[in-house]
């Protein structure tokens, strides 16, 4: 299984990115799918995750809690990340993470996508 990652790119200061990953190869399930980031000269840190269902419970970090929206979309495989006013100490390579199990009574696996640059600068 591998995790694809799209959407980034380049917004001033007070727009709007929607992130996407989708899992791609043998997928038996998907439970929790996270995204994370990491900054210039910062660790990587965990930014929000999803449980279960499409509507399952989400968690954030504090930094983007009320302007990051993470959802999932289980018959795509996929995840997203919708991020509004954005700021500078936005910008990071973000990584899709995803705990999948690859076939019927399989192990369960974690993965990462390959990150994808989100740049807020005007």
């Known amino acids: 299984a591998n995790l694809v990652e799209s959407g980034g790119g380049l917004v001033q200061p007070g727009g709007s990115l929607r992130l996407s990953c989708v899992a791609t190869?043998?997928?038996?399930?998907?439970?929790?799918m996270r995204w994370y980031r990491q900054g210039p000269g910062k660790e990587r840190e965990l930014v929000a995750s999803?449980?279960?269902?499409?509507?399952?419970?989400?968690t954030y970090a504090d930094a983007v809690r009320g302007r990051f929206t993470i959802s999932r979309n289980n018959a795509k495989k996929a995840v997203y990340l919708e991020m509004n006013r954005l700021q500078a100490e936005d910008t990071a390579v973000y990584f899709c993470?995803?705990?999948?199990?690859?076939?019927?009574?399989?192990?369960?696996?974690?993965?990462w996508g390959q990150g994808i640059q989100v740049t807020v600068s005007s």
């Open positions: 993470n995803a705990d999948i199990q690859r076939i019927f009574r399989g192990a369960r696996d974690n993965y």
């Open positions: 190869g043998t997928v038996f399930s998907i439970t929790t």
């Open positions: 999803i449980t279960g269902g499409e509507g399952g419970p989400a």
